[in-house]
């Protein structure tokens, strides 16, 4: 059964310090995997997308990376802020289309 | 280049009512997909859709939910009879396919239409 795993399920971090957010997957096959950003109450924005020969991909304070062998993906988010505040979804698509959401991390960064 | 657009943004219907929600992709995107989203969970795929054909309807309830998404015109979710087990948000993403078949797929989202069920 394809499925993405998401961990911790929430976390919550001062402002300023850094976090990582774990993903793992057993989708297959792989064709490319994503992390989205989904603040409260809007659609998901992408961050970074990479596919399966790409191992680090960075957007701004984002940095993402994936070990296709062990089929792990992690989300890095340097110097926190309060904006950071959101749901981190890791989505993993395969046979042309069809994708595998994980049910997210809920991140929460205080003053 | 506006995005994703859906309509309405909220939508309060009765039970047995029928729901339907409007989904315009993005200029150039072909591909259309839809998502539910129970409150305090997480995004479930339900449907994916290219003009005029259904692609994958796995996520989809056999009964009551139907979608299309027309030649012309946005796609549509509709919902006939609905529950209050039906109150949660639908988001609709799209997305572009290179000529190759190969593509990133990346899809954008749009900003949901919360649909209330009384």
């Known amino acids: 059964k394809n499925q993405v795993e998401q961990s911790p399920q929430s976390l919550i971090i001062l402002e300023g310090k850094n976090c990582t957010l774990q993903?793992?997957?057993?989708?297959?096959?792989?064709?490319?995997l994503r992390w989205y950003k989904q603040d409260t109450g809007r659609g998901p924005v992408s961050l970074t997308i990479?596919?399966?020969?790409?191992n680090t991909k960075s957007n701004g304070r984002y940095t993402a990376t994936l070990d296709a062998d062990t089929k792990q993906s992690s989300l890095h988010i340097t110097a926190s802020q309060l904006s950071d505040s959101a749901s981190y979804i890791c989505?993993?698509?395969?046979?042309?289309?069809?994708?595998?959401f994980g049910d997210g991390t809920t991140l929460t960064v205080k003053p | 280049n506006a995005g994703v657009m859906q309509n309405p943004r909220h939508l309060v219907r009765r039970r047995g009512q029928e729901a339907r929600l409007r989904c315009s992709p993005m200029?150039?995107?072909?591909?259309v997909y839809w998502y539910r989203q129970l409150p305090e969970e997480g995004l479930k795929f339900m449907v994916y859709?290219?003009?005029?054909?259904?692609?994958?309807e796995s996520g989809m309830p056999k009964e009551r939910f139907s979608a299309e998404f027309p030649k012309e015109g946005p796609s549509i979710l509709r919902i006939q009879q609905v529950v209050r087990g039906d109150s949660a948000a639908y988001f609709c993403?799209?997305?572009?396919?290179?000529?190759?078949?190969?593509?990133?797929?990346?899809?954008?989202f749009g900003p949901g239409t919360r649909l209330t069920v009384l």
């Open positions: 200029k150039g995107h072909s591909h």
């Open positions: 990479m596919t399966f020969s790409e």
């Open positions: 859709l290219q003009k005029e054909n259904i692609i994958d």
């Open positions: 989505v993993v698509t395969y046979n042309a289309g069809k994708s595998t």
């Open positions: 993903c793992n997957y057993t989708v297959s096959p792989f064709s490319n």
């Open positions: 993403a799209s997305s572009s396919y290179s000529p190759s078949g190969l593509s990133y797929n990346e899809q954008f």
